[in-house]
């Protein structure tokens, strides 16, 4: 079946820009994640949703960063006033329930902030 | 808190060689365990995990990997090693309770050369 997709696949933005980064999940996972990718800091969790439970925000970096999950499917991660170091790949992932179990990535979605 | 370490950022084999690529976590509670593979501009698929059971767990593409909670170790291992192996494996770790997000090592990048 599909697996998890993501758009854009790139995104540049000027800084100071906001950005909208989408996530389809597997259908029926009821868990969702967004994690970055960067150079310097390796793979971080951002944030989770789990069905219609209020989502575990504790690795957002700052209050530019903020993501929605809709009718308990797609996700969309939001950056507000992107800055240059928030240049790196966003990763989601999506599992049947929620932790203990195996994530499933989608392909990711590159920023660049010039 | 939980960390995961991977020793050595770069791996090199030459193909037809066996390939050992090292984890090892820091939890006192074992807790569940993945190896990751990331091709090039691609998302993470996931090779094997360990979760209950036996100790010595089989993935795809003929890697396999072995827990010893004596050691706090799930190192993964291939006795043959070919060309298309080349990539950025990721071991990960997962608290034994529902919503908990992946911690990640930093990544070891195997190359296989002819």
């Known amino acids: 079946g599909a697996g998890v997709s993501q758009s854009p696949s790139n995104k540049v933005t000027e800084k100071g820009k906001d950005v909208e980064l989408r996530c389809d999940p597997i259908s029926g996972h009821t868990a969702l994640y967004w994690y970055r990718q960067s150079l310097g800091q390796g793979l971080e969790f951002l944030i989770y949703?789990?069905?219609?439970?209020?989502?575990?925000k504790s690795g957002l970096p700052s209050d530019r960063f903020s993501a929605e999950r809709t009718g308990g499917s797609v996700s969309t991660l939001t950056i507000q006033r992107t800055q240059q170091e928030d240049s790196a790949v966003y990763l989601c992932?999506?599992?049947?329930?929620?932790?203990?179990?195996?994530?499933?990535f989608g392909p990711g979605t590159r920023l660049t902030v010039t | 808190a939980q960390s995961v370490t991977q020793l050595g950022s770069h791996v090199s084999v030459s193909e037809g060689a066996l390939v050992l690529l090292r984890c090892n976590y820091s939890?006192?509670?074992?807790?569940?365990l993945f190896w990751y593979v990331q091709y090039p501009n691609q998302g993470l698929q996931l090779l094997l995990k360990?979760?209950?059971?036996?100790?010595l767990v089989k993935g795809i593409n003929g890697f396999e990997a072995e827990f010893k909670k004596s050691e706090t170790s799930f190192h993964l291992t291939k006795p043959s090693a070919h060309m298309s192996d080349a990539a950025e494996y990721f071991c990960a770790v997962s608290e034994r309770q529902a919503g908990t997000a992946l911690i990640f090592g930093k990544g070891t990048t195997l190359s296989v050369s002819s």
């Open positions: 949703f789990q069905g219609n439970s209020a989502p575990d």
């Open positions: 992932a999506s599992s049947p329930v929620g932790g203990g179990y195996e994530q499933y």
């Open positions: 939890s006192s509670v074992p807790p569940y």
């Open positions: 360990y979760t209950t059971g036996a100790t």
